[in-house]
C-alpha cells in the first residue's frame, strides 16, 4: 500500500510541439536529452538526468516529469518530401472533405462525401490528362510530326518520321510511369506513415458517456481508414490508366472511322471504347459505394476487387497501345491531338459538381445551425482552389512545353510551329491577370483597413501600459502586431472572393474556348483594337503567369531539397495541411496525425495504468490540436486523469471555425467536461492562437490576453526592449509556469475523488 501511495504521487508532463519543429532540446531546455521510446520519425524524449524517474519518484514530489514527444520529421523531414509540393491540388481538396457544417442528417452527409470523391477523382484525371496533352500531343503528335520542330532536337529524332500512333504510344510512357509513381508512392507512405493501429479498448473499460460521439475524432477508428485508402488508391489508379487508354483510342479510331480506315479496325476500336466506357463506369461505381467506417478499425481489404479493376485498366491500356501502333498507311498528324476538349468537359464537369456541392453544404449548414464559414460554403469553395490550383498546374506545364518546343512563338497563333495545348487551356490562363487584379483590389483595401485598425489600437496601447512614457514607434509597432493578428479573422473573405472570382472567371473562360475554339488572341481578331490588345496581352501575360508559377514551384521543392532551412518552412504548410487522413484523395501527402494520435494515446494510457499518476499534456499551437485529438480517443478513466494545458492554441479559432463538425463548440465543450481541468493562454499579438471561448460552469479556461511585450519600455526587471513574441515562446512568459503550478496542484488535490466518480461510469471534472 506504501509503494502504490508513492507511485500515485509522480506525475508525467508531455510537451508536443507545434508547427515548424521544435526540437525535443528547446522542448526540454537541456541539451542532453534521451529518447525513451520511438524512432527518428517521431518519439518521446526526455532529459537524460529524468531517464530513471520513475524509479525514484520522491525526487520529483510536487514537480511533474517533463517529456516531450518531437513529430517534426513526420512533415519536414528528408528532402525527398519537398516533391509534395506538386501534390498541392490534392492536399486542398482533401482538406475541403472535412470543411463539411455540422450536421446529422446522413442522407446530405453520404452526398457531401460522394461529391468530393468524385471531384478528388477528376483532379486525378486532370493531371494524368496533363501529362498526356505534354508527352503525346505536344511532343509525340505535334513535334515529332513536324520536321521544324524536331530540327534541333537529338533526344526526339527516333520519334521523328514515325506513324502518328506509335508515337503516340510511346509518348503514353510518360503518364503511365506518372501513375504508377502516385500508386507506388500513397501505398509507401500509407505504411510508413498511416498504419498504426489505433490503441484497444481495454477490457475492463465502462461504458462511454454521454458526450462520447459529440465529435466524430473520438470514434475508435477514426485515425485508421485502410480500407477506403486501398479502395481509392485502386480507383484513382484505374482512372489515370483510363485516361491514357481514352488518349491512345481516340485518335486511331477517328483515323479508321474515315474513308480510309479498315471497317476490322473501326470494329476493334468501337470494341474497345466499350470497354473502356464499362470500365470507367466500375471506377466511378467504386468511388462512391463506399465512404469511411470510423466507429471501428477499418482492417478489411478488397484484394479482388483491387486486383480486378487494376488488372483490367492494365490490360486496357495495353491492348489500346496495341491497337494505336497497327499500320495504318497514309496516317498524318496535324493540329492538336483529338482528345483535347477533353480538358473542356473536364471543367465543365468540375463545375457542375462543385455548383451540386455548394448547394448540399448550404443546406447541411443551415439543417446544423451551427456556426461555420461562408455560410457552409467552405468546404466547396476549398474545393473550387483545388481545381483551380490543378488547373493552373496542368496549364502552366502545357503551356511552357508549347513554348518551348515553338522556340518562343505563341501556341496556337499564326505561324506557330506547334499548335499548342488546347484552346481551353490558353482561355483559363488568359484569366489570371484578371484574377490577380481583383485579388490585388482586395489586398489593398486589406492594407487600408490594416492602417485604420492600427490608428484605433493605438489608445488601447497606451491604455494597456499605464505609467510609461510612450513612444510613438513603440506604440504603432505593438498596435501593428495586434492588427496584424486580427487579419487570420479576415481569411474568410479572401478565400471567398477568390473562390467567387474563379468560378466566374472560369466560367467565361469556358465559354469563351467553346464559343469560338480559338485561342483569347485569334478569337478577338475584328474586335476593336482595344479589346484585341487587351486578349491578347491577357494571352501572353496568363501564359507565362502559369508557367513562372509552374517553374517556381519546382524550383521551392528543388531548394527544399537542398537546404533545411527551406525544407523547414515547406513542413510548416504540411503541419497544416496534412492533420486529416486521406478520405478524398488517396494520392494526396499522408497523414501525419495518423501516426502521431496513436502515438500520444499509447504513452498516456501506458505511463497511467503503469505509474497511476496524472498528465499534465501540453500542447502548443498545432501540437494543441494533436493534443485535443489524442485525449478525445481515451477511454473515460484514463482522459479524466488528464490535465491540459494549451497555449498558441487554434482549436477554436481556426479548427472550431473551419472544421465545425469536428472541433465545433459541443466538441470543446465536451472536452472540457471530460478532462480534469484545461486552461488555455493566447495573445492578442498571436495570429493563429485565440481564446476557446468556453461557456461552461466553473472558472474560465481561457487565460489572456497575455502582455505582449512583457513591458513596453525599460524596466528593473527587463533592463532590455522587450520582444514582440506573437506566436512563439509563451514558456517565456511567467503565466505559463504559474498555470502548469496550478494544474498540477489541482490533479493531485482531486485525483482521489475523481478516480471512484469514474469508477461508477461517469466523466472527470474540469475546471481552471
Request: aromatic residues 8%; glycine residues 10%; neutral net charge.
Given at each position: 500500500?506504501r ?26 531546455n ?5 529518447r ?9 524524449y ?32 528528408d528532402?525527398?518530401?519537398a ?20 450536421v ?20 486525378t484525371?486532370?493531371?494524368v ?22 530540327d534541333g ?18 509518348g ?5 510511369g506518372l ?22 479498448l ?52 477517328q ?36 465512404g469511411?467506417?470510423?466507429h ?15 488488372g ?7 491492348t ?14 496535324t493540329?492538336r ?11 465543365l464537369l ?18 446544423g ?14 474545393a ?37 495545348p ?14 490577380l ?17 492600427v490608428?484605433?489600437l ?38 471567398g ?13 469556358l ?13 478577338s ?25 509552374v517553374?517556381?514551384?519546382i524550383?521551392?521543392?528543388?531548394r ?22 486521406r478520405a ?21 494510457t ?11 499534456l ?22 479524466g ?9 487554434p ?11 469536428y472541433?465545433g463548440?459541443?466538441a ?17 499579438t ?5 481564446p ?18 512583457a513591458?513596453y ?12 513574441l ?20 489541482w490533479?493531485?488535490?482531486h ?18
Amino acid at each position: 500500500m506504501r509503494s502504490d501511495a508513492v507511485k500515485a504521487e509522480l506525475s508525467l508532463e508531455l510537451l508536443v510541439h507545434g508547427v515548424g519543429g521544435t526540437t525535443p532540446q528547446t522542448m526540454l531546455n537541456d541539451p542532453r536529452i534521451t529518447r525513451v521510446c520511438g524512432d527518428d520519425t517521431a518519439g518521446i524524449y526526455r532529459r537524460a538526468d529524468d531517464a530513471d524517474a520513475e524509479s525514484r519518484p520522491g525526487d520529483y514530489a510536487g514537480a511533474p516529469v517533463p517529456d516531450a514527444y518531437s513529430w517534426c520529421n513526420l512533415t519536414s523531414g528528408d528532402g525527398s518530401r519537398a516533391l509534395w509540393l506538386l501534390l498541392l491540388p490534392f492536399m486542398v481538396v482533401n482538406l475541403a472533405h472535412w470543411m463539411r457544417p455540422p450536421v446529422d442528417h446522413g442522407r446530405l452527409d453520404r452526398a457531401y462525401d460522394v461529391l468530393m470523391r468524385l471531384l478528388a477523382l477528376s483532379l486525378t484525371v486532370l493531371l494524368v490528362a496533363a501529362a498526356c496533352e505534354v508527352a503525346m500531343d505536344l511532343v509525340a503528335w505535334q513535334c515529332a510530326g513536324n520536321a521544324a520542330c524536331v530540327d534541333g532536337k537529338s533526344w526526339l529524332s527516333f520519334l521523328a518520321g514515325g506513324e502518328p500512333g506509335r508515337r503516340v504510344a510511346a509518348g503514353a510512357a510518360l503518364p503511365v510511369g506518372l501513375t504508377l509513381l502516385l500508386w507506388w508512392l500513397s501505398r509507401h507512405t500509407w505504411y510508413a506513415y498511416e498504419s498504426q493501429r489505433p490503441l484497444p479498448l481495454p477490457t475492463t473499460a465502462q461504458a462511454p458517456s454521454a458526450d462520447a460521439d459529440v465529435t466524430p475524432l473520438s470514434r475508435r477508428g477514426f485515425w485508421y481508414g485502410r480500407r477506403l485508402v486501398a479502395r481509392l488508391r485502386a480507383a484513382h489508379t484505374a482512372a489515370g490508366l483510363l485516361t491514357v487508354a481514352v488518349a491512345l483510342v481516340v485518335p486511331a479510331l477517328q483515323y479508321d472511322m474515315a474513308p480510309r480506315g479498315g471497317p476490322v479496325l473501326a470494329a476493334l476500336g468501337w470494341l474497345l471504347t466499350g470497354g473502356l466506357a464499362g470500365l470507367t463506369v466500375a471506377v466511378v461505381a467504386v468511388t462512391c459505394g463506399m465512404g469511411r467506417s470510423e466507429h471501428a478499425p477499418d482492417e478489411a481489404l478488397d484484394p479482388r476487387l483491387a486486383r480486378a479493376m487494376l488488372g483490367g485498366t492494365a490490360a486496357a491500356v495495353l491492348t489500346a497501345a496495341l491497337y494505336a501502333c497497327w499500320h495504318r498507311p497514309c496516317w498524318i498528324s496535324t493540329g492538336r491531338l483529338p482528345v483535347g476538349d477533353a480538358f473542356a468537359w473536364l471543367a465543365l464537369l468540375q463545375m457542375l459538381l462543385l455548383a451540386v456541392l455548394g448547394t448540399i453544404s448550404h443546406r447541411m449548414h443551415r439543417a446544423g445551425g451551427g456556426q461555420a464559414e461562408l455560410s457552409g460554403l467552405a468546404g466547396p469553395v476549398v474545393a473550387l482552389l483545388a481545381c483551380a490550383l490543378g488547373g493552373v498546374l496542368s496549364g502552366g506545364i502545357a503551356q511552357r512545353v508549347a513554348d518551348w518546343l515553338g522556340r518562343g512563338g505563341m501556341p496556337g497563333a499564326a505561324g506557330s510551329i506547334v499548335a499548342g495545348p488546347p484552346v481551353v487551356l490558353s482561355w483559363q490562363a488568359a484569366v489570371i491577370p484578371v484574377l490577380l487584379l481583383v485579388l490585388a483590389v482586395v489586398v489593398v483595401l486589406s492594407a487600408r483597413r490594416l492602417w485604420h485598425r492600427v490608428r484605433e489600437l493605438l489608445p488601447h496601447v497606451e491604455a494597456d501600459y499605464p505609467g510609461e512614457e510612450h513612444e510613438a514607434a513603440r506604440t504603432r509597432q505593438i498596435a501593428t502586431a495586434r492588427a496584424r493578428a486580427e487579419l487570420t479573422d479576415q481569411a474568410s473573405v479572401f478565400i471567398g472572393v477568390t473562390g467567387g472570382v474563379s468560378f466566374l472567371l472560369g466560367a467565361g473562360a469556358l465559354a469563351g474556348a467553346w464559343l469560338s475554339d480559338a485561342v483569347p488572341g485569334q478569337a478577338s481578331h475584328g474586335a476593336p483594337d482595344v479589346v484585341r490588345t487587351a486578349a491578347q496581352t491577357a494571352q501572353a501575360l496568363g501564359s507565362w503567369l502559369v508557367g513562372a508559377g509552374v517553374v517556381a514551384l519546382i524550383a521551392l521543392g528543388r531548394r527544399a531539397y537542398r537546404d533545411a532551412g527551406a525544407r523547414r518552412t515547406i513542413g510548416i504548410l504540411w503541419d497544416v495541411g496534412t492533420f486529416w487522413p486521406r478520405a478524398a484523395h488517396p494520392f494526396s501527402p499522408p497523414c501525419y496525425a495518423e501516426r502521431a494520435v496513436p502515438d500520444l494515446t499509447w504513452r498516456m494510457t501506458t505511463w497511467t495504468e503503469a505509474h497511476r499518476g496524472p498528465i499534465i499534456l501540453s500542447g502548443h499551437s498545432q501540437g494543441s490540436v494533436l493534443a485535443a485529438a489524442a485525449v478525445w480517443q481515451l477511454d473515460p478513466a484514463t482522459r479524466g486523469r488528464i490535465a491540459l494545458l494549451t497555449y498558441g492554441s487554434p482549436l477554436s479559432r481556426l479548427y472550431g471555425r473551419w472544421f465545425p463538425a469536428y472541433f465545433g463548440p459541443e466538441a470543446l465543450a465536451a472536452l472540457h467536461r471530460d478532462l480534469q481541468a484545461w486552461r488555455n493562454l493566447w495573445r492578442t499579438t498571436d495570429p493563429i492562437g485565440g481564446p476557446v471561448h468556453l461557456d461552461e460552469p466553473g472558472p474560465p479556461v481561457d487565460r489572456g490576453p497575455l502582455p505582449d511585450p512583457a513591458a513596453y519600455g525599460r524596466t528593473e526587471h527587463h533592463p532590455l526592449p522587450a520582444p514582440l513574441l506573437t506566436h512563439f515562446d509563451y514558456q517565456a512568459d511567467p503565466a505559463f509556469a504559474a498555470e502548469r503550478g496550478a494544474l498540477l496542484t489541482w490533479v493531485l488535490e482531486h485525483q482521489k475523488e475523481v478516480v471512484p466518480a469514474q469508477a461508477q461510469g461517469s466523466g472527470g471534472r474540469s475546471s481552471g
